[in-house]
């Protein structure tokens, strides 16, 4: 049988992390440089470990903790790793492992293996970290460990610094390697961004395949089961990028559905939208992506108008990215074109200058418009130290307020939600009610929600759009009724036609 797709799972250089290496290691010498201390001492970090199951011996499956991947690249939980800001040297420390790993985990393999495959100057095992860097150590006093320790403005958690037996014998330092490191990933290489392609490729077409395969009276879950085993049984990819959300009905309005208690589990009916927001992650690199499709194939008039707003400030944002473009002000302009076409639909009325003083849009658009997309689904470096967040409805949810820059990747997810937890409160309050048709809105209570997401990385003059799913109505209903993707156009001359 053929495989119905036509990409295979690359294999990823670990020239990438040489590379990243070398950007951490130039920054943070011009970093010491400016404010005249010395280039001496380690920059260390240390990889993630496995965890059992509560209290169980079930092992989760292991994914390495990202910083750490992003240096180093490695796969296997227990390591270390350091880079000697004197020399510039790598050196990676491996969990000893005791004989039994050969029985019941498979091959115990030499450090050679590891310098080879990683591409770093030495590798040692974990228990010789302290002698080997007081040797390789060329400062005075005891050798300076640089560890990594900061805030993650999306998770409002701190990074974990490394710790070892033996660490009290080292200087260290938890202030300078955090920002550093953080804005560092911000931009991403060549290398980096083929890979988020390939991610973007294998989510993308088995987007694709979820779309052509639904049906109503599916379950939602049955939905993500497709896009998993497409994404793994043809891209490789074992992890994804985030929990798969698969909304229908009214659940496409619950901005982070499908968690453990609403665990995608409704049966499809017949007239729901559907919001699928899933992403295949890759060697770590992530995606993610969102379609929102109608799940018997063919739009009604109500759904067309929330999904063309919705696909109007989409393009219109993605339009007008360049270098030097505030974000904020890519997040108000998707807000102003969603209020535009909602008046134009009839749902709301009056001044749409007025109702963006009111921060009317934020009760349709409640999420920030998109946020930096690398090795984490939410890549940090949202916030600059000291930036500080917009307190405003709808903008206190950005995760970044940052000016775009040539290199980053950043998502484009304008959304158009009928929340009740919104809605009803602003069709009541005093200084908004006017705004909105009640008669017509309310008929748009359980509606749900659309939400279009894409990937767009920024080049020196403009963007690329990584993503590659339909997203003109006539695209979705031609893809759901059996043509292939990409559509021919010039095969069906309805789809030059405006919907």
Not at 109 to 116: A, Q, R, T, V
Not at 120 to 146: A, C, M
Not at 450 to 473: A, H, L, Q, W, Y
Request: glycine share 8%; proline share 5%; with cysteine.
């Amino acid at each position: 049988m053929a495989s119905p797709s036509s990409l295979s799972p690359p294999e990823v250089p670990m020239e990438l992390h040489v590379v990243n290496r070398k950007k951490l290691l130039d920054s943070f010498r011009d970093h010491l440089s400016l404010s005249s201390r010395p280039l001496h001492g380690f920059i260390f970090l240390q990889g993630g470990e496995e965890q059992n199951r509560h209290c169980t011996d079930h092992i989760e499956l292991f994914r390495q903790e990202s910083y750490f991947s992003y240096l180093f690249g490695v796969q296997e939980p227990g390591f270390y790793g350091a880079i000697d800001l004197a020399s510039g040297d790598s050196i990676l420390f491996a969990p000893r492992l005791p004989a039994e790993y050969a029985v019941w985990l498979g091959e115990i393999k030499p450090l050679s293996h590891f310098k080879e495959r990683y591409m770093v100057s030495s590798v040692y095992y974990t228990d010789e970290i302290t002698k080997v860097l007081h040797q390789q150590y060329q400062g005075p006093g005891k050798p300076l460990l640089y560890l990594l320790h900061g805030l993650n403005t999306d998770s409002n958690n701190f990074s974990k610094p490394a710790d070892f037996k033996g660490i009290d014998n080292f200087e260290t330092d938890l202030n300078d390697l955090h920002p550093i490191l953080t804005e560092c990933r911000v931009l991403k290489s060549a290398l980096e961004f083929a890979v988020i392609q390939f991610a973007n490729d294998i989510s993308s077409e088995a987007h694709v395949e979820v779309m052509r395969k639904t049906k109503a009276g599916m379950k939602e879950y049955q939905l993500e089961s497709l896009f998993l085993h497409h994404t793994y049984m043809y891209g490789g990819c074992r992890h994804c990028s985030y929990t798969c959300i698969c909304a229908t009905g009214s659940n496409s309005s619950t901005l982070h559905y499908g968690h453990a208690a609403a665990p995608n589990d409704r049966i499809l009916e017949d007239g729901d939208m559907a919001l699928l927001d899933m992403g295949a992650e890759y060697h770590c690199y992530g995606s993610d992506i969102t379609c929102s499709f109608p799940v018997n194939g063919k739009f009604t008039v109500d759904q067309s108008l929330v999904y063309n707003a919705v696909l109007r400030a989409h393009d219109a944002v993605i339009s007008n990215m360049r270098p030097g473009v505030s974000w904020v002000d890519m997040h108000k302009l998707a807000e102003r074109i969603i209020l535009e076409s909602l008046k134009e639909g009839d749902l709301l009325l009056g001044d749409v200058d007025a109702m963006v003083q009111e921060r009317v849009g934020a009760v349709f658009l409640p999420h920030g418009l998109g946020h930096l997309l690398g090795i984490d689904t939410h890549d940090p470096g949202g916030y600059l130290k000291g930036a500080e967040r917009p307190k405003e409805p709808g903008l206190k949810s950005l995760r970044t307020s940052r000016e775009l820059l040539e290199g980053m990747v950043i998502t484009v997810e304008p959304g158009c939600y009928f929340i009740d937890a919104l809605l009803l409160p602003a069709m009541k309050n005093a200084q908004t009610s006017k705004f909105f048709n009640h008669e017509q809105i309310s008929k748009f209570r359980g509606f749900g929600g659309v939400r279009i997401e894409s990937d767009v990385f920024v080049t020196g003059d403009g963007c690329v759009n990584m993503t590659k799913c339909p997203r003109e109505i006539k695209e979705i209903e031609a893809v759901m009724a059996g043509a292939p993707w990409p559509i021919n156009k010039s095969v069906i001359p309805s789809l030059n036609s405006n919907p």
